[in-house]
């Protein structure tokens, strides 16, 4: 009989019985996505991995904890690593040729096709969903516009695809025992786009890498990946706009051109900066600021893991995470930052203006302590309650022998 290990959580107990596989759509860079994924393989070490593609650089490997997936056909396409998002009318089909049938509990980390993965009636799915694929849903038109797609027999062509795509998306759905979200956001459009009711887990967030910062230095700072939803751009415009105020870009993308256009002399472009000079910057600022309508956006929780406020676009995930400051604000609900409610530089502007006349009013210690709500040791505790309760409810005479045998490492 096996010793008790008093520090197994449930799911590293379990997973000494069960067969456990993670499934990821695509595996290209080290994201916000990735990061969950992270975590997840940490609570499941002995999981397989599973994924449509794996081009990550050497240098962003450790998150994939020494794992090597199983990959796709869409691996072997010539051309995948640079033009893989040009693949999607393969994904689907692509997904399905993945052969889980000898797993217990398949868990998909979701934003494009994950959770289409082939599964049986003695196998519990559990799906954390970081979005319903924006582009054939809410996002569909705008995707048509960024991608020149709006006129011609390839914009029909594309439309097709997309119209199959989100037939697919709705079936798929069907295959899934257990929904999470990571925001009330994504639960929404699960619920509107799947009929689906799902769990929110918001999405971990190491605060313990960021230091309290109390002492500001006089410039404001944005950071992300320089493309069109991000609206960065934005950003630039209206600092351009403010030449008293100092801004500091962090990034690099395709947008990179468009936004330098936009920007005034105040506006320093960082470019890619590793992880610690990142936090450097988070902790020094007057404010961070978050332009963009996000699913979730775990970099307002780290500038405010710092003590820093945040000044966002009130859409989103943002009304999430961020405490918009009022005039009646309590203890209670102490404020984190302010909203800018129209997706433009004048709004911006007026945002930042309002800013400055309440930034005394916003207490670095209560904004950090506020951010670590979204620590990782809160995202595992409810991640694994979750996947224990889909595997009783979903799959119960099935998983018997594996609950039990969890239940006597943890007792």
């Known amino acids: 009989m096996p010793t008790a290990n008093t520090t197994d959580t449930p799911a590293l107990a379990a997973n000494r019985t069960m067969k456990v596989a993670i499934v990821h759509d695509w595996l290209v860079i080290y994201g916000g996505a990735e990061r969950v994924l992270e975590h997840i393989i940490d609570l499941y070490p002995q999981a397989d991995l599973f994924s449509l593609i794996d081009f990550v650089s050497e240098d962003q490997r450790h998150f994939l904890r020494g794992k090597k997936p199983t990959t796709s056909f869409l691996q072997k396409i010539p051309g995948a690593r640079q033009h893989y998002r040009k693949l999607l009318p ?68 594309a439309r097709w695809q997309l119209h199959r795509i989100r037939g697919w998306d709705i079936q798929s759905a069907n295959g899934v025992d257990q929904f999470m979200a990571n925001s009330q956001f994504v639960a929404k459009r699960i619920a509107k786009f799947y009929r689906r009711e799902s769990t929110v887990i918001p999405p971990p967030v190491d605060t313990e890498l960021f230091r309290l910062e109390t002492q500001r230095e006089d410039y404001y700072v944005c950071a992300g990946r320089f493309v069109p939803f991000k609206r960065i751009d934005l950003v630039a415009q209206a600092f351009a706009h403010m030449p008293d105020k100092r801004l500091v870009l962090i990034g690099d993308g395709p947008e990179m051109g468009k936004i330098k256009a936009k920007a005034g002399p105040n506006c320093t472009f960082t470019g ?82 309002q800013f400055e006349t309440i930034a005394d009013q916003l207490d670095a210690v209560k904004i950090c302590a506020h951010a670590q709500s979204f620590s990782v040791a809160a995202f595992k505790s409810s991640f694994e309650r979750t996947v224990q309760a889909a595997l009783q409810r979903h799959a119960p005479h099935t998983h018997q022998g594996h609950l039990a045998t969890a239940a006597r490492f943890t007792a």
């Not at 559990?126 to 914009?155: I, Q």
């Not at 405010?304 to 609900?333: F, K, N």
């Open 272 to 353: 890619f900066l590793p992880p610690d000079q990142v936090r450097d910057h988070l902790s020094k600022a007057r404010a961070f600021i978050f332009p963009s309508e996000e699913d979730f956006g775990i970099v307002p929780v780290e500038a405010q893991a710092c003590g820093t406020p945040v000044i966002a676009y009130g859409r989103g995930g943002a009304l999430e995470t961020v405490m918009p400051w009022t005039a009646h604000a309590s203890d209670s609900q102490a404020p984190t930052g302010l909203f800018f409610h129209e997706q433009t530089a004048q709004s911006l502007i007026e945002a930042v203006l």
């Open 90 to 157: 393969l994904m689907p089909l692509a997904i399905e040729q993945l052969d889980l049938s000898g797993y217990d509990l398949i868990i998909s980390s979701h934003y494009s096709v994950a959770k289409g993965v082939l599964t049986g009636p003695n196998q519990t799915h559990v799906c954390y969903c970081h979005s319903p694929m924006r582009y054939a849903w809410d996002h569909y038109h705008e995707y048509l516009r960024e991608m020149n797609l709006e006129r011609g027999l390839k914009s029909w062509f």
